[in-house]
């Protein structure tokens, strides 16, 4: 059974050119959404998913209906593949049940590897680089060391709860205990 995903990112456009093109490749049912591309959260989606029995097809209009990025629509059809289910999208003439489609949508996960790789390098060359030059990457400490030395002679002081240190310092309690993790007991040696 073929079952169709139609998915328009607006209120103000209208899957009609999807329907019409999903009806006519054979699509017994429909799931249509109105939700960005962008969404991990799609329920229409998961629904088609969900209704998709081994040997069925999941069919779309175009790949990005289906998701907005290469990882994402991969992921996605690895799981149907899983799953026993095809995936076909009518723009593109990918159809993953037939061997030319799956070598196609293989060709499109080595890509995407290769760029999730060339990516990994380049984000550890520029750290080297930047390590080089006495920079280091990464968000500030919630807490300086003035702030901290802080934090301990207020703790000393029994009647000063880790609440309101925390409060003082404008952190919440949890990222004090970060710093502290033995609360109080870390401030008397």
């Known amino acids: 059974m073929d079952i169709g995903y139609a998915r328009v990112s607006t209120r103000d456009q209208d899957a009609e050119l999807q329907r019409v093109a999903l009806l006519g490749a054979g699509s017994e049912r429909i799931f249509e959404e109105t939700a960005s591309g962008a969404q991990r959260e799609r329920p229409e ?10 040997g069925d097809t999941l069919v779309v209009w175009k790949l990005d209906r289906l998701a907005r990025s290469l990882k994402q629509l991969i992921e996605t059809v690895e799981e149907l593949d899983r799953r026993e289910i095809g995936f076909r999208s009518l723009t593109e003439s990918i ?24 990516i990994r390098e380049r984000t550890v060359a520029g750290l080297e680089v930047a390590r080089a030059h006495g920079r280091v990457g990464g968000r500030p400490p919630a807490i300086s060391e ?3 030395r ?27 205990y970060r710093y502290l993790p033995g609360g109080r007991s870390r401030c008397v040696q």
Do not use: C, Q, W
């Not at 196609?104 to 995407?112: R, S």
């Open 146 to 148: 003035e702030d901290l």
């Open 95 to 118: 159809d993953t049940t037939t061997p030319g489609g799956k070598l196609i949508f293989h060709i499109f996960g080595a890509l995407a590897e290769f760029e999730r790789a060339m």
């Open 45 to 54: 989606l998961k629904a088609a998913i969900d209704y998709l029995r081994p």
């Open 150 to 176: 802080a934090a301990k002679a207020m703790l000393l002081n029994e009647k000063i709860t880790m609440s309101e240190v925390a409060r003082r310092l404008g952190v919440s309690p949890a990222t004090l």
